[in-house]
Nanobody
Framework: QVQLVESGGGLVQPGGSLRLSCAAS????????MSWYRQAPGKDRELVAL????????DYSDAVRGRFTISRDNVKNTVDLEMNNLRPEDTAVYFC???????WGQGTQVTVSS
């Protein structure tokens, strides 16, 4: 069965960095675009970043463009989110999703606070 397992969340100070990783299994990973979403308390879940199946194209929300980088490894079946210059408003649970599907990971908490 399809499984998506996120890791790498934690507490970081403003201006700091974190790298999230999503390990995928149960499907032909290189055939699908992948994405990262986030959900802050009291807010709707929002798309953060998207990467096409071979990584040739990426897209980002305006809120994170220039600070976050999405990448993937089609040998290891992982999709990562490098987050730099983190801000308190980046605090959220971050989810990995197989693009345009009902397959989501369980989420990993990112807290940006001094």
């Amino acid at each position: 069965q399809v499984q998506l397992v996120e890791s790498g969340g934690g507490l970081v100070q403003p201006g700091g960095s974190l790298r999230l990783s999503c390990a995928a299994s149960g499907f032909a990973f290189s055939a699908y675009a992948m994405s990262w979403y986030r959900q802050a308390p009291g807010k709707d879940r929002e798309l953060v970043a998207l990467i096409t199946n071979f990584g040739g194209s990426t897209d980002y929300s305006d809120a994170v463009r220039g600070r976050f980088t999405i990448s993937r490894d089609n040998v290891k079946n992982t999709v990562d989110l490098e987050m730099n210059n983190l801000r308190p408003e980046d605090t959220a649970v971050y989810f990995c999703r197989r693009w345009a599907s009902d397959y989501w990971g369980q989420g990993t908490q990112v807290t940006v606070s001094s």
